[in-house]
């Protein structure tokens, strides 16, 4: 494939996946918060009814609710990294043309 074709698609793809990357972002931060939410309302219920400190953590995290919650957050997280993992990709690309299309010039091959 030619290298502008190449950089083209690499930001194309970049510029048709920036509202993507901003919601996966968000998302990743709003299931992790949903998690400790889970976690802390857990936990306050436990503790009012007098167990450990300990006992409540590990309750808090060993409960349903939490699981589901941490579940969802980890699938985030992966989609989250997934699309950064593309966009790098991308964007590796896009400058690996400008570094051919420099040297092209470099050499006299316009």
């Known amino acids: 494939m030619d290298p502008m074709t190449r950089m083209d698609n690499a930001l194309a793809y970049l510029a048709e996946t920036d509202a993507q990357m901003a919601d996966t972002a968000v998302m990743k931060l709003r299931?992790?918060?949903?998690?400790?939410?889970?976690?802390?309302?857990?936990?306050?219920?436990?503790?009012?009814?007098?167990a450990s400190v300990e006992d409540c953590k590990r309750e808090a995290r060993s409960s349903e609710d939490f699981q589901k919650k941490y579940d969802d957050h980890l699938k985030a997280v992966r989609d989250f990294e997934?699309?950064?993992?593309?966009?790098?990709?991308?964007?590796?690309?896009?400058?690996?043309?400008?570094?051919?299309?420099?040297?092209?010039?470099?050499?006299?091959q316009v």
């Not at 997934?82 to 092209?104: D, H, P, Q, V």
Request: a positive charge; glycine letters at 8%.
């Open 31 to 50: 299931t992790e918060y949903l998690c400790e939410v889970a976690e802390n309302l857990i936990y306050k219920t436990l503790r009012a009814s007098g």
């Open 82 to 108: 997934f699309l950064r993992a593309t966009r790098k990709r991308a964007e590796l690309a896009f400058e690996a043309g400008r570094s051919i299309n420099a040297n092209r010039r470099q050499g006299g």
